[in-house]
């Protein structure tokens, strides 16, 4: 007796079904909905994926897609069945689906971004990434420029890394505009054709970079922390925080060129200036369309000029609390911030005791601030001050209460007198900024 | 005068946490809020209406859930908004999030001109800043990104002077309207809604578009449309923090310490 | 005398036809309040009635309440022969007498002695007033005015009775001992023309002095003689621990912005205030230098309803006595800066803490005027201190008061012992953990006492962890009530959830606030303070303090415990039973009398900026006592007691401790 029904034909390869695996989700905003094409995928309101079995039909593009490998494939009992009934010689096709023209983009650029003919430093950081990269990829790295009356900046790119440098020099590119600035990158871009292109995270390079990438309807990753080349696909590996820098995502851009990324100012390492390096000028006449939208600047104007203390924004804020047990005390507070260019807060009980005005205090009732770097002196952590300042990138806190809550949130805590450690911070940082004649200076 | 604020609900990154023992994302209790710097471009086109009786229109991208957002800045006085929901816009990165956007504008634009558009700096869980600058690339709008202020707005003249925040300066500037501003937080402080405009907008309709609306080439928007995608995601490595006793003979190394961290940290560096 | 009589009854019949003319239009005013149904339980409202209106128990709990209760008392029994004399005006052979000559000679004789007791009363009060007058008696006319028609009307009295014996008119001059003494005093000065003359000046003074009391009291805070019996029979019943319920519905009004938006016992309230000043003097604000005034806010009050009031019945006919119409234009905004207004700040700034209410001999209860008009300025307006957006924003999205993540509310417990609740498995007790205790660094500490206190004990306890939610306390008093009920409803789901039928809390806010308002909610369950669980447990022998310790220590009472709950002397059980010897003392205000640390009322989120902060008052009246520990029983006053302590610079000598810190420090 043979079996009726499945006697001659094999049968079909079961495709499985895809499920979701409790937990990994995070929500990245419904990807697996996007690509799914039978609509079996639908997100909850935690963003979750929510799988109908009846209509997936076992495509995987979901998977594909998913950036945590929160969707898995799976067989059926009846599937397991025929599976191993199945041939096991499966062979999987390797397929590199590139589109033609992305081979014609050759090349890794760096925006040098230049206030007054003054280079950014964050420009020649880039240089020094954008070498790796192009010997990585083996090719060529130039960088660009616009400005007015700009040229000795070649130089100083030929002696952070470039090979080539491309300029556009034009009284019309004197001050930094969005539209000016656009047209000529994209016309650089646009004849020129580099692989990947790199800026400047800084205000100016944000504002340039997506309008660039919407422009020539390219890929941007901004604020990178990581940029590496992949060896199988010769693709630009952007790696970045997300999440509120709670996790890092890598990020590719594999359709379309150039291969976008920004990076924030002394995340990556510049080369060591060779003197006397130098390469090939490339320059490029300005030829603004009429229609541009152009933007008039009317005013400069210095931070320090604030009269009022700006806690909200300020980069580096150090603070006094109770245990600077004076008012006058915090002139040591002053001079510490002044050095690290930062301004001076205080606690609600510092502000309470009359030590300092209103517009000073950090806390529930007062600013909440989120610096690059805090320093609490005296400041025992109540609370009400936490809140205010807990989610700052760097805290440092000087107490001689080693019990206190502060140093819950503190990077770098400091179980110690205050008036033994400021003064001494104080001293050190003038040593350090004099002594190296510059050499040293700070950063934010 | 016509204000457009694109808004974002995203989840409260600040409330994510990382599980030291798995390393995977902790979301659960994690609410989804607007995009804090959403929300005050809501509040500076709301004193704009306040001052120049405004139109403003809110619009958000997102699932249907997202349609609360919207909802609350009804609650806070906006006067109209649209939701852009379609599984075909989903999985979008800045670049095809700013064409679904720019899209909707356009119609909105057609019906009732639009003189300003208001962004958020960023979102808090992209960081980018890319969608406003791309919004107004599409619509070539002028570009003024991380304001702090609006100095001076003059619709006869469409003209609008803002100042800017930089790294290490202000700018003012002047420019032509229309335009598309980008804010900070410090621009203003934000309102509370009233309960009786809360409990009307709970009730408003809110429109939702969907691409059977705006009908744009699936190739360009959603997951199709971005040229980016995420290969991997990975828990970052983390400092712990220490703690150091400088009471008695340790002070000096404990201020060397602190030196050490502050080059460490790129608060000072070496030139 | 016939033309006498005849003026005498044309004034009469005015005066009474005009006072019942001002009666009426107080009735009128009343009736433009809300309905509310104050006539349920007659026979308890009639007791207090008597207890609290004619035996003034409240009135004679302070200095010279005896003197108020005194001169009370004087004028009801004058009523009697007052009215004699009124009527024997017109009627000149009209007499009581026909009760019976004994006890119509015992009625003479009880007033002759109450008229000089009033009189002497009167005396005192003057002396009291300009010489020893306390801070918070304000020196008014309208005190002299009264205090001097009261003394005209016994010196008139008398006066006209002594001339009536000297002249032998009158068979009862036996029962009159004390105009027979003045009697006898004329007879030595006076010839019989000029007693004549005297005799007939004073039934003059008597009569017209009367009949210009009887209208001068409703333009006077004497008002009261009128309203506060009234206010006192239909006073609540409970200590106004909680507001009522809102319905969110579009269309309706949240809170009160208008003075008819109250009810009319509300308003009666306002119309019984005697401007005693005890409240005022009771205030934790008023004593620190702020503006606000709780007996000036509801003077404020009723001169508000006496402007719109007035206005608004002058354009209706006299026969009517109906409610406001939806439409009635208010001339003077009842809140706002205007005199016949309350102004914004002066709502801020109170705490909440009751002491006015406590003190108020007629049973006003200010705090819930003033939340109402709180629930107007958040809800209707978006109006408050701006140091509150952020306080609301984190209550609404994160559900404590910090923003902090409702993911790390049970972190405190991480490490300890400490049950969750778990659904099918109940547990005798839910220790509702609160804010402070599950984020504030200091508070963990005493959470985690009353963790080691309950596991010592054996109980059978847990707690929810990250599904709990703030309980709301400081929404709810500072107007905002629309996330309070949100979260009053998740959190008591949450309890049902795990079939929770008693909760434990440590903080005095979040007990009364399940206690008292979840009530409205449907929320009924058992709620009991740490300090009353930890008493019962002592006193079941599940715990013992073994460890003595031997300082001294002063118990601060927390407003929401002694005023609100009444719970007084559980928190001083605990204490006496860690203590070795005699170490316990009170400061001068405690108990009911408690003076609040500044916290309360959402105050803990706002800045104090005017005057004297109410925590150093407080802190300074705790070390006047001469205690090296201050024991609290809620987060709040920790605080403001930890705050207090650093102002004054005395960390280092004085400690704050909750009781549970100290029972937990105390056990084996």
């Known amino acids: 007796m043979s079996q009726p029904s499945d006697g001659n034909k094999r049968p079909k390869r079961p495709r499985g079904k895809v499920r979701y695996i409790e937990g990994k989700c995070i929500a990245c905003g419904g990807v697996c909905q996007s690509a799914c094409p039978f609509d079996a995928i639908d997100i909850n309101d935690q963003g979750e994926p929510i799988i109908h079995l009846a209509k997936c039909n076992g495509c995987r593009k979901c998977i594909k897609v998913c950036p945590t490998e929160a969707i898995e494939l799976f067989y059926t009992p009846e599937e397991e069945k025929i599976l191993s009934e199945y041939y096991k010689t499966d062979d999987i096709k390797k397929t590199a689906a590139k589109l033609s023209t992305i081979e014609d983009w050759k090349g890794v650029w760096v925006f040098v971004e230049q206030i007054g003919g003054h280079a950014h430093s964050v420009s020649w950081e880039l240089l020094g990434v954008g070498r790796t990269l192009a010997s990585d990829l083996n090719v060529e790295l130039a960088a660009f420029l616009l400005g007015n009356d700009i040229g000795n900046l070649a130089e100083e790119a030929f002696g952070y890394g470039a090979d080539k440098v491309y300029i556009i020099d034009d009284p019309m590119l004197n001050h930094y505009q969005t539209a000016t600035y656009l047209h000529g990158c994209v016309s650089l871009i646009r004849k020129y054709k580099p692989e990947i292109v790199l800026m400047g995270a800084t205000g100016l390079g944000r504002d340039l970079a997506g309008a660039v990438a919407t422009e020539l309807r390219t890929g941007l990753t901004a604020d990178c922390t990581g940029l590496t080349i992949s060896k199988e696909d010769r693709l630009l590996e952007q790696t970045r925080p997300a999440f509120g820098g709670n996790i890092m995502a890598t990020i590719l851009s594999e359709t379309a060129r150039p291969q976008m990324a920004s990076v924030r100012p002394r995340v990556m390492s510049k080369r060591e200036f060779q003197q006397g390096r130098s390469g090939e000028i490339v320059r490029e006449s300005f030829l603004l369309p009429e229609q541009t939208l152009l933007t008039k600047i009317l005013e400069i104007i210095p931070t320090q000029s604030q009269s009022s203390v700006n806690l909200a924004a300020a980069n580096i804020i150090v603070s006094g609390g109770r245990g600077m047990m004076a008012p006058e005390n915090f002139a040591m507070l002053k001079e510490l911030a002044d050095l690290l260019g930062g301004v001076v807060g205080a606690s609600r009980s510092a502000v309470d005791a009359g030590w300092m005005p209103h517009a000073h205090q950090v806390g529930q009732t007062g600013k909440t601030v989120k610096p690059k770097l805090y320093i609490a002196c005296g400041i025992s952590g109540a609370i009400q001050h936490l809140v205010g300042m807990q989610t700052s990138d760097y805290i440092i806190a000087i107490n001689k209460d080693k019990n206190a809550p502060i140093f819950e949130v503190a990077h770098l805590g400091i179980v110690g007198n205050v008036f033994e450690i400021v003064p001494a911070m104080i001293a050190q940082l003038k040593q350090k900024l004099s002594h190296a004649e510059n050499k040293s200076k700070i950063a934010v | ?271 | 005398m016939f033309v006498g009589q005849f003026i005498f009854a044309v004034l009469f019949i005015a005066a009474l036809i005009f006072f019942a003319f001002n009666f009426y239009r107080l009735l009128a005013l009343l009736c433009l309040g809300r309905w509310e149904n104050r006539f349920d339980f007659l026979l308890t409202r009639l007791k207090n009635m008597f207890v609290y209106a004619f035996g003034q128990l409240r009135v004679i709990e302070r200095p010279y309440g005896v003197n108020h209760l005194l001169i009370f008392w004087g004028f009801l029994t004058l009523l009697a022969l007052n009215a004699e004399f009124l009527i024997s005006g017109i009627f000149p052979a009209f007499s009581l007498s026909f009760i019976g000559r004994i006890p119509y000679g015992l009625l003479l004789t009880a007033t002759e002695i109450m008229s000089l007791i009033v009189l002497i009363s009167v005396l005192i009060a003057v002396i009291r007033r300009l010489f020893f007058r306390p801070a918070y008696i304000e020196l008014s006319a309208d005190a002299f005015i009264i205090l001097f028609m009261i003394a005209a009307l016994m010196v008139a009295y008398f006066g006209y009775h002594a001339g009536e014996i000297h002249l032998g008119k009158t068979d009862w001059a036996g029962w009159m001992p004390v105009s027979g003494m003045v009697a006898n005093l004329f007879s030595s000065v006076s010839t019989e023309p000029t007693v004549q003359t005297v005799t007939h000046l004073c039934w003059w003074i008597h009569a017209l002095v009367l009949l210009a009391f009887l209208n001068y009291l409703p333009y006077s805070k004497h008002l009261h003689v009128i309203t506060a019996i009234p206010n006192c029979f239909f006073r609540s019943f409970d200590y106004a621990k909680t507001v009522p319920r809102l319905i969110f519905q579009r269309g309706n009004e949240f809170g009160i912005s208008r003075i008819t938006q109250f009810t009319w016992k509300n308003l009666l309230d306002f119309m019984s205030c005697t401007e005693c000043g005890r409240c005022q003097d009771g205030c934790p604000a008023n004593h620190t230098g702020k503006t606000l005034n709780p007996r000036d806010l509801i003077h404020r009050g009723k001169l508000n309803l006496f402007t719109n009031g007035r206005s608004i019945l002058a354009g209706r006919p006299l026969d009517s006595l109906l409610p406001t119409p939806a439409d009635a234009e208010m001339n003077s905004p009842l809140i706002g800066n205007g005199e016949n207004s309350i102004s914004e700040a002066d709502l801020w700034h109170c705490t909440t803490c009751g002491a006015c209410m406590t003190n108020c001999p007629v049973f006003i209860e200010h705090v819930p005027k003033i939340i109402e008009m709180r629930r107007h300025l958040v809800m209707e307006q978006s109006k408050f201190p701006e140091e509150l957006t952020n306080f609301f924003m984190n209550s609404e999205q994160r559900f404590n008061p910090w923003g902090l993540a409702p993911t790390d509310r049970a972190k405190w417990a991480q490490d300890l012992p400490v049950p969750f609740v778990e659904e099918g498995k109940p547990v005798e007790y839910l220790f509702f953990v609160g804010c402070s205790g599950a984020y504030d660094s200091r508070s963990k500490n005493v959470v985690t006492s009353v963790a080691k206190i309950f596991n010592h004990a054996g109980l059978s306890w847990g707690i929810l962890g990250n599904e709990e939610k703030c309980c709301g306390d400081s929404l709810r008093r500072l107007g905002n009530e629309y996330v309070f009920e949100q979260l009053a409803r998740d959190n008591i789901a949450t309890f049902r959830k795990y079939g929770i039928t008693k909760i434990v809390t440590h903080c005095p806010h979040g007990y009364s606030t399940l206690k008292n308002d979840y009530a409205q909610f449907g929320g009924e369950f058992e709620v009991l303070h740490h300090s009353q669980l930890i008493d019962q447990l002592i006193r079941e022998g599940k715990l013992t303090l073994s460890k003595k310790s031997n300082g001294t220590t002063v118990f601060h009472d927390s407003c929401y415990l002694a005023r609100y709950n009444e719970i007084t002397e559980a928190p001083r059980n605990v204490l006496k039973g860690t203590q070795s010897g005699s170490g316990f003392v009170e400061m001068p205000r405690h108990g009911q009398n408690g003076f609040c640390c500044g916290a309360g009322g959402g105050r803990m989120w706002l800045e104090e900026l005017e005057g004297k902060r109410i925590n150093t008052e407080r802190t300074e009246e705790a070390l006047a006592t001469g205690a090296n520990t201050i024991a609290v029983a809620c987060p709040f006053c920790m605080t403001m007691f930890e705050d207090g302590l650093k102002d004054l610079d005395v960390v280092d000598q004085v400690h704050v401790k909750d009781i549970a810190e100290l029972v937990a420090e105390s056990m084996e």
């Not at chain 2, 957002?69 to 929901?85: E, N, P, T, Y």
């Open chain 2, 1 to 271: 005068m016509h204000i457009i604020v694109p808004v974002k609900m995203v989840p409260d990154t600040t409330l994510v946490k990382i599980d030291p023992e798995t390393n995977t994302l902790v979301r659960e209790g994690v609410p989804f809020i607007t995009n804090p710097f959403d929300t005050h471009a809501i509040e500076e086109a709301l004193r704009l209406k306040d001052r120049y009786d405004a139109h403003v229109t809110v619009i958000s991208m997102g699932p249907p859930s997202a349609e609360w957002v919207l909802r609350r800045a009804l609650s806070l006085g906006a006067d109209q908004a649209i939701l852009l929901s379609d599984r075909v816009f989903g999985g979008a990165d800045t670049l095809a999030t700013s064409k679904v956007l720019s899209e909707a504008i356009k119609r909105l634009h057609n019906e009732h001109p639009v003189d300003l558009i208001i962004c958020g700096m960023q979102t808090i869980d992209g960081d980018t800043a890319q969608v406003g600058p791309g919004i107004a690339c599409r619509m070539k709008f002028t570009q003024l990104t991380l304001v702090d202020r609006i100095l001076q707005l003059d619709l006869a003249q469409k003209r609008i002077q803002v100042r800017r925040k930089l790294e290490e300066y202000y700018e003012s500037v002047e420019a032509s309207l229309p335009a598309l501003l980008t804010v900070v937080r410090e621009i203003n402080s934000l309102r509370y809604p009233t309960v009786p405009k809360k409990l009307e907008s709970a009730e408003t309709m809110i429109p939702v578009w969907s691409n059977e609306i705006l009908k744009l080439d699936p190739n360009t928007i959603g997951l199709k449309g971005s040229p980016t995608n995420v290969r991997r995601i990975f828990a970052p490595q983390r400092e712990k923090g220490e703690i150091i006793d400088a009471m008695g003979d340790n002070k000096d190394a404990a201020v060397n310490m602190i030196i050490d961290k502050l080059f460490e940290w790129n608060i000072v560096i070496q030139n």
